[in-house]
């Protein structure tokens, strides 16, 4: 069945540090991934896409990978700070009959300590 | 430029009672997608609508069900609703949905809190 997980629910680290956060998927062969941020009580906000064909995208302090052969996005934030403390949502768009349908992970919830 | 507007933001409603939701989409996106996130199950898609028309539903029985109107604005409706519904019902939209990634990603309101007792 299809499936897409992330790494772990929470991931708890020290400002300035980086941090990584893992996307897996299953029985997927999407076209392109897209990662989001959701503050409490609010919808997510977009981050970054990167297609099938592309390896790294970066924007300021954000880097995603995209490992299509180990099904996999990693998803960086360097130079963290308390503020970047979110839950992080990675997506994919599954095509087929899955055409215009996002396909969210669980999310994993950030906390940056000061 | 404004953002995605759903309206209401909180709605309480008893078990048989019927809920209406509604999503105004960012100007000039065609495009409007309607989520749940029931906590501890993340988001699941429900419905995509396109110009006027359903494009493709998630995994929800069909007393679950809504409209896209002339000017893009939509609203979701459930019917019956049972205590597992409650839940933040998230609109999202995007511009027309074609073959470039770029106008497939979502931007999303704010949500919908429903309750049900």
């Known amino acids: 069945s299809q499936k897409i997980e992330q790494n772990s629910e929470a991931l708890n680290i020290q400002e300035g540090k980086t941090a990584t956060l893992t996307c897996n998927y299953t029985?997927?062969?999407?076209?392109?991934l897209q990662w989001y941020r959701q503050d409490p009580g609010r919808g997510p906000v977009f981050l970054l896409l990167?297609?099938?064909?592309?390896k790294e995208k970066r924007k300021e302090r954000l880097k995603v990978t995209f490992d299509t052969t180990l099904k996999q996005s990693l998803f960086h934030i360097t130079a963290s700070q308390p503020a970047d403390s979110a839950t992080y949502l990675c997506?994919?768009?599954?095509?087929?009959?899955?055409?215009?349908?996002?396909?969210f992970g669980q999310g994993t919830i950030l906390t940056v300590h000061p | 430029e404004a953002g995605v507007t759903q309206s209401p933001t909180h709605l309480i409603k008893t078990r048989g009672q019927q809920a209406t939701l509604r999503c105004s989409p960012i100007?000039?996106?065609?495009?409007v997608y309607w989520y749940q996130q029931a906590l501890g199950l993340g988001l699941q898609f429900l419905l995509w609508?396109?110009?006027?028309?359903?494009?493709n539903r998630g995994n929800f029985p069909p007393r679950f069900s809504g409209r896209q109107f002339p000017n893009y604005s939509s609203e979701l409706n459930v019917n019956a609703l049972e205590l597992e519904d409650s839940a933040l019902y998230l609109c999202?939209?995007?511009?027309?949905?074609?073959?470039?990634?770029?106008?497939?990603?979502?931007?999303f309101g704010a949500g919908t809190r429903l309750s049900v007792l």
């Open positions: 999202a939209s995007s511009p027309a949905w074609g073959k470039r990634a770029s106008k497939n990603i979502q931007y």
């Open positions: 990167i297609r099938e064909n592309e």
């Open positions: 609508y396109d110009e006027g028309e359903e494009r």
């Open positions: 997506a994919l768009d599954a095509g087929g009959t899955s055409y215009g349908k996002l396909t």
């Open positions: 029985n997927y062969s999407p076209a392109y």
């Open positions: 100007s000039g996106h065609t495009s």
